[in-house]
């Protein structure tokens, strides 16, 4: 029996040790393939963070479990969520006046014997726009009134886990943009055309808890889609690779506070659209109730630390988040939650 329990123990912290190794690798890559890579994909609100809880850990959440809201970060984890409906609502009061409004439900039918489903929507709003076209005038210029760019995503994900240890998750969603109407000048006389698009794109994820000092690997794969274009051009969704691995500090140290927790989360992404990027959060709570949180984004020109508290008691959650965002001020998020 303790020879078994030995050889367990030898094979996790080998699997432990080969994992490391990757995320090693990774944080090497991310220094040494940071580039200028911008203008390559299109429908930017999917990279918008969904949560103020997500925001406030720098977007390290891979390897997390964030309830109903891991529709947005890790599918797999929402799995794991503790009640039998979950329902997450966020408003985020973006750069440039952009209202980000974002719901969540999960249901967790049967002890979640056969998975987990949720339900996603996405909606954002770029405030209003002046449209104007070329004119042979004084000003150079005629207005052609007041349009209202819009977006949206709507979606349905599936999670299970396998065994006590692993679990898998999905979330296919439908994406739509519109950019408001253009008016066209051919031989003196106008058109209008209305600049939409749509898109079917996909997540996939997947969690391995070590079930050795809380140490937790979350795998990602976003917005998965194939190309779309407006006139000529062809763009993809913002294709987004993400591994990462979280754990508690104090089951690394010999004091063992009562009631206290602190977690430590690490994320390393590959975007399409965006230098490489290491994403480090930090979860401290007291007595389950109180939590203070601050994350950190590296290869961000604006936006690279984040603060955040939230309170939570009997199924109710309330998260705040807070970004300096440099020339554009700042970015604020508030998140409620209920869980039954």
């Given amino acids: 029996m303790i020879e078994k329990l030995f050889l367990r123990e030898k094979i996790v912290k080998s699997r432990i040790l080969n994992i490391l190794t990757i995320l090693i690798i990774g944080f090497i890559a991310v220094q040494l393939e940071a580039g200028n890579k911008i203008a390559q994909t299109g429908f930017q609100f999917l990279s918008v963070t969904s949560d103020a809880h997500t925001s406030s850990l720098g977007d390290a959440v891979t390897a997390r479990e964030m309830g109903s809201a891991s529709l947005f970060s890790n599918p797999a984890a929402l799995a794991k969520i503790d009640g039998t409906i979950e329902a997450n609502f966020s408003m985020s009061k ?41 004119a042979n005038n004084d000003l150079g210029f005629i207005e052609t009134g007041v349009f209202n760019p819009k977006a949206l995503a709507m979606g349905i994900g599936y999670a299970k886990s396998i065994t006590n240890q692993f679990s898998v998750g999905g979330h296919l969603k439908a994406t739509y943009q519109n950019l408001g109407n ?13 600049n939409t698009v749509s898109a079917i794109a996909f997540d996939f994820g997947t ?27 062809s763009f993809q969704l913002p294709l987004l690779f993400t591994i990462g691995a979280s754990t508690s500090l104090f089951e690394w140290i010999p004091i063992n506070p009562v009631d206290q ?19 480090i959060g930090l979860d401290y709570t007291l007595m389950n109730i109180l939590s203070l949180r601050s994350g950190f984004i590296s290869n961000n020109d604006e936006d690279a630390f984040s603060f955040g508290a939230g309170i939570q008691y009997s199924g109710f959650h309330f998260d705040y988040a807070y970004s300096p965002f440099g020339v554009f001020d700042k970015v604020q998020r508030i998140t409620a939650k209920i869980s039954l």
């Fill in 261 to 279: 927790e602190l977690l430590v989360s690490i994320d390393v992404s590959h975007p399409r659209s965006h230098p490489e990027q290491i994403k």
């Fill in 94 to 134: 973006w750069i440039a006046e952009i209202n980000h409004a974002v719901l969540s439900i999960a249901y967790k039918p049967f002890n979640g014997d056969y998975g987990v489903i949720g339900l996603s929507l996405q909606s954002v709003d770029y405030g209003d726009f002046l449209g104007t076209i070329n």
């Fill in 207 to 233: 969690q391995f808890d070590t079930e050795f000092k809380r140490i937790v690997f979350g795998m990602t794969i976003r917005n998965f889609s194939d190309e779309i274009e407006y006139e000529v051009e």
């Fill in 182 to 194: 253009s008016i066209i000048v051919s031989n003196s006389d106008y058109k209008t055309k209305q």
